[in-house]
């Protein structure tokens, strides 16, 4: 076993792992931060998806002694307490979820595409474009889309 | 996976003394092929040496005509690259069409190219653009790189450090996506380097390789009617669930036009 240290939703979290424990086993299993979610297993689905030092990375397909010293971002961290974060509220309001299975790994995508495009504008078809690592079985993607153009715009992104 | 020991080398000395330590390690980059081959149970290394955390494999630099991309740079900094852009904006396509953004945040170049994937994008523009392999030990031109499927020039150990691609006068890259996982079924390079014409393909073969007769008509007429009639024999093909030898073969023409009146 092997200690590892991560920075998990702003708070210094440690636990000792094998070398093989990915991290989403160490965010579920070693941590109970369950929110965080294992759809495929094998890179494609993207519901693991977390930010590692404020990027969207797949969890399934990364060591946690991979992420050992630095900043993991989980959809349990992105909430203020009760209130949900603007991108949460929006994919609620859009109805941009059914079973929900996918939503975690989606909203932390969304916030991903926010980060990327605050800067300049965004549209649908890049949307539809940077979604492309995340699957949902349920929704046929149109509430989603919507959920993140009415959230980046609530975060001050100009869409077009 | 079976159980192995996580090592985070230092620099580029520590990780290949301790590679030649060791016969059965192996090197690991973003993880993007390599955990789910370990999670198939397909290779079984006793000892994964993370490069992640040397600086000296990262960053992007242009100097004297020259863009030099450290190993394992992810493709999302060079998609985002302002001097990538400015010098072979081919090459920021390439890099913003693999997989998708969680991918293209953790896949680097390095990982890419020693992999060999037949399907991959980057061997398109290490061979479509002449480019430089510089390891630990010495420098291997593009076009001796890819030997075949999942097979390069680099000996057991060997470390890519960068590569560095001299900024081609006009290049485009036009590829064919599998709709699921978005590898290349087929792609294109062209590009006119101050050697001459270059056409690349990657997804077709086993791995990427030029068309000469497309360049030698490409030489004398820069036009997509100039190949209209040249094709690659189907026999050279792969052929898999995700297409045909002959749709393939068909393919590198479109692709290869499509490229040519990008940048004609
Ligand atoms: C869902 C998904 C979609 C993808 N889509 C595409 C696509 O559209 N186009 C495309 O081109 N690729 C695609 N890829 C592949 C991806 O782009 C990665 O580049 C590729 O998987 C290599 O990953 P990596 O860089 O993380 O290397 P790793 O997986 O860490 O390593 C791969 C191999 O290279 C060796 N290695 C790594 N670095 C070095 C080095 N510096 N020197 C020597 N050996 C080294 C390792 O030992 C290992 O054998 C996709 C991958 C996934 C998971
Ligand atoms: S569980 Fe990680 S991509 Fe599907
Ligand atoms: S809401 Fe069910 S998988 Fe997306």
Redo the contacts with the bound molecule.
Sequence with gaps: MTKVSVTVNGAARSGEVEPRTLLVEFLRVGLGLTGTHVGCDT??CGACTVHLNGKPVKSC?MLALQADGQQVTTIEGVAKGDVLHPMQAAFKECHGLQCGFCTPGMVMSALGIVERHKADQLSEAVVRHELEGNLCRCTGYQGIVNAVLMGAKALGVKVV | MHAFEYIRPASVADAAAKRSANDDS???????????TLKQRLAQPSQLLD?GGITE?KGITLKDGVLTVG?MTS?ADVAASSDVKKSIPALAVLAGS???PQ?RD???L???I??S?PS???PAAVVGLGATVHTNKRQISGDQFFKGLFETA?EPG???VKVSFPTPKRAAYMKF?NPA????VVGVMVAETATGIRVAVTGAGACAFRIPAMEAALAKSFSADAIKNITVPVSDMNNDMHATAEYRAHLVGVMAKRAIAAIA
């Design positions: 890179s494609q397909t | 192996t090197y690991l980059a973003g993880g993007m092929t390599l955990i789910p490069l494999l190993a493709h693999i997989g998708d991918v953790r896949g680097t390095g990982g890419s020693a992999n994937d991959a994008d980057y680099l060997e470390l890519i996506p996982s978005r590898y290349a």
